[in-house]
T-cell receptor, first 115, second 107 residues
Framework: EPEVTQTPSHQVTQMGQEVILRCVPISNHLYFYWYRQILGQKVEFLVSFYNNEISEKSEIFDDQFSVERPDGSNFTLKIRSTKLEDSAMYFC?????????????FGEGSRLTVL | GEDVEQSLFLSVREGDSSVINCTYTDSSSTYLYWYKQEPGAGLQLLTYIFSNMDMKQDQRLTVLLNKKDKHLSLRIADTQTGDSAIYFCAERLNMRFGAGTRLTVKP
């Protein structure tokens, strides 16, 4: 069964460092998403991406965040200068259906710990 | 703005039914989802209901949708210890999640 894969599963970094979280969406999917879940809290939408550009972003997705689809398979989330409060589980998701109707498939998440 | 609300905790005994409730604000959502998250794991889609339905049954799971009240519920029949997890409801239009309901099943 096709699945969304994320790497790394866990990354520990020092405050102020840059981090890149990688995702390989399901191959024929067109819409990609990043979500964040701070430990014990709700799953929060960060950004959606379609046709090589951001289609929607939340207020959390400020200038320190960026997304990219550098090739035909990877979808990355970059955090330029990490802060302690960026420590969270980051989930990537993709859908092949409509932007607002297709089932979202989630990866297992990348846990980011900022020290 | 759009919001999805859930109660945070539910505790039941093994074999009982569990009912997890959710309310949402955006009436134009096409699909409403229930996701399950086990400790340290990702989000697993359990079931979903299309907005023109009021009930969907899938083995031990029953989803009820009251569109007028914007209320969604997930009933788990014969709850097992393996059902202990956090359950998130989500509305598809904006793909917003509730805070999650932590279900604890006691033997």
């Amino acid at each position: 069964e096709p699945e969304v894969t994320q790497t790394p599963s866990h990354q520990v970094t020092q405050m102020g460092q840059e981090v890149i979280l990688r995702c390989v969406p399901i191959s024929n999917h067109l819409y990609f998403y990043w979500y964040r879940q701070i430990l014990g809290q709700k799953v929060e939408f960060l950004v959606s991406f379609y046709n090589n550009e951001i289609s929607e972003k939340s207020e959390i997705f400020d200038d320190q965040f960026s997304v990219e689809r550098p090739d035909g398979s990877n979808f990355t989330l970059k955090i330029r200068s990490t802060k302690l409060e960026d420590s969270a589980m980051y989930f990537c998701a993709s859908t092949g259906g409509g932007a607002r109707t297709g089932e979202l498939f989630f990866g297992e998440g990348s846990r980011l710990t900022v020290l | 703005g759009e919001d999805v609300e859930q109660s945070l905790f539910l505790s039941v005994r093994e074999g009982d039914s569990s009912v997890i409730n959710c309310t949402y604000t955006d009436s134009s959502s096409t699909y409403l989802y229930w996701y399950k998250q086990e400790p340290g794991a990702g989000l697993q889609l359990l079931t979903y209901i299309f907005s023109n339905m009021d009930m969907k049954q899938d083995q031990r799971l029953t989803v009820l949708l009251n569109k007028k009240d914007k209320h969604l519920s997930l009933r788990i029949a014969d709850t097992q210890t393996g059902d202990s997890a956090i359950y998130f409801c989500a509305e598809r239009l904006n793909m917003r999640f509730g805070a999650g309901t932590r279900l604890t099943v006691k033997p």
